[in-house]
């Protein structure tokens, strides 16, 4: 069970910032986290809890998370402005705010998400993409992000059954019933 102090905070990770002449700053995302916290919760508690109830866990990281930090109370309209978090300093400006500003009931956050990098260098994402080459075979290209995929083309080769004097040195003699082709096929093969 939540204590008293616990408070719920929205978590945007698929919007953007948007800037109101009415209220100042709004978040656009329309399906936002849910997250339960406390005054003594850590940045990377906080990381940790938006990253395990999104299943991204060592897939994506929080570069920052905005603040949709509430600063003044005009008649019955709060007006935001946009802070960054990212430290348990920053996180403690929005504790601040909490008790500052209690017509603000649910503290709204906008977590900046990036794909990990591996220790090559290169992102988690899936890098190889299977892919077959415009007018070539059935065959599947494989693709990397990282680097271009060069299939050198392919040349046709005759085949061997193709038994044809392509020289033009035919004997001087036709004999009657002999078969002389008068239209050329020729079959071609791949390596």
């Known amino acids: 069970m939540a204590s008293e102090e616990s408070f719920l905070v929205l978590v945007h990770y698929r919007g953007s910032i948007k800037r109101k002449t009415r209220s100042g700053v709004k978040f656009t995302d329309k399906d936002p986290l849910c997250i339960i916290v406390t005054p003594t919760t850590t940045y990377d508690a906080l990381v940790s809890c938006v990253l395990d109830k999104l299943g991204l866990e060592g897939v ?18 709060v007006k935001f402005d946009c802070s960054t978090i990212g430290s348990n300093e920053d996180l403690q400006v929005m504790f601040l705010c909490r008790r500052q500003f209690p017509e603000v009931r649910t503290p709204e956050l906008l977590a900046k998400l990036v794909d990990v ?12 993409t ?16 990282s680097a271009p995929v060069y299939e050198p083309p392919m040349q046709p080769v005759a085949s061997p059954s193709f038994a044809v004097d392509l020289g033009g040195n035919v004997g001087d003699e036709v004999r009657h019933g002999e078969h002389i082709p008068t239209e050329m096929t020729m079959t071609w093969s791949r390596i």
């Open 60 to 77: 994506k990281r929080v570069k920052k998370f905005f603040y949709r930090i509430p600063t003044a109370v005009l008649h019955d309209t």
């Open 117 to 128: 990098v591996s220790s090559s260098g290169g992102s988690n994402r899936n890098a190889n």
């Open 130 to 145: 299977i892919a077959a080459a415009a007018g070539s075979s059935s065959r599947p290209a494989v693709a990397s992000s």
